[in-house]
């Protein structure tokens, strides 16, 4: 299997849920990113891990956790979450943290929250 | 106001014909991404300009430094162009892209 991969591909949850969604990335890359695209607004970042280790923290609240095990893995753990938090959350890999790096898009996990 | 800005935010076309999708900024950048998205979520890197121009099929991108403004063009434009294009900009911070709130194409045959 090649590129980037997110499972699920749908989650439906309550608000005292707890859930994980998860991303592999098979291109050797180093580093790894979270984005969540709400409906009519742009792709907002979430995380940056580089080396597995966190370089950027968006000011996400703490709901929202993730998890870097190795450079081909990323986890964003859920709990507790809002109704406004259902969205499109896209994982992304790239070969550094560089912004000229070319950054590849996994399919994305389409989160709802009742 | 947002730190990138596309126009139009929808376009509707007719096979065949050349479009012209924008995007202005208002940071000083290091780099920026066109990117297409289809339906269903899945987003493709289509370019990473720095300077002057780059081409890929029918696909070519501009950017002007000073201004501050890049362009996307389609040219013989074909229904399966028909996607949210979507312009990110990136500045100093780690791997941390702008991006703009996305250019929707229609392209009828």
């Known amino acids: 299997e090649t590129g980037v991969t997110q499972t699920p591909r749908h989650l439906v949850m309550g608000m005292t849920n707890k859930k994980s969604l998860k991303c592999e990335q098979h291109?050797?890359?180093?580093?790894m990113y979270w984005y969540k695209q709400s409906a009519k607004k742009p792709l907002e970042l979430m995380f940056v891990?580089?080396?597995?280790?966190?370089?950027e923290n968006n000011s996400v609240p703490s709901r929202f956790s993730p998890e870097c095990p190795n450079s081909s893995h990323l986890f964003l753990h859920l709990h507790t979450l809002q109704p406004e938090d259902s969205a499109l959350y896209l994982c992304?890999?790239?070969?550094?943290?560089?912004?000229?790096?070319?950054?590849?898009f996994g399919p994305g996990t389409r989160l709802t929250v009742l | 106001k947002n730190e990138v800005e596309q126009s139009p935010q929808n376009l509707t076309a007719q096979e065949g014909e050349f479009i012209t999708i924008n995007c202005s900024y208002s940071?000083?950048?290091?780099?920026l991404h066109w990117l297409q998205q289809h339906p269903g979520g899945g987003i493709v890197s289509l370019f990473m300009?720095?300077?002057g121009k780059k081409k890929h099929g029918r696909l070519i991108a501009t950017i002007n430094i000073q201004e501050k403004h890049s362009s996307l063009h389609i040219t013989a434009s074909h229904p399966r162009d028909s996607a949210v294009y979507i312009c990110?900009?990136?500045?100093?911070?780690?791997?941390?892209?702008?991006f703009g709130q996305g250019t929707i194409l229609t392209v009828h045959p």
């Open positions: 891990y580089s080396l597995e280790e966190r370089v």
């Open positions: 940071v000083g950048i290091s780099a």
């Open positions: 990110a900009v990136g500045g100093t911070s780690y791997g941390k892209l702008t």
């Open positions: 300009l720095s300077s």
């Open positions: 992304a890999s790239s070969r550094t943290s560089g912004l000229t790096d070319t950054q590849y």
């Open positions: 291109l050797g890359h180093n580093a």
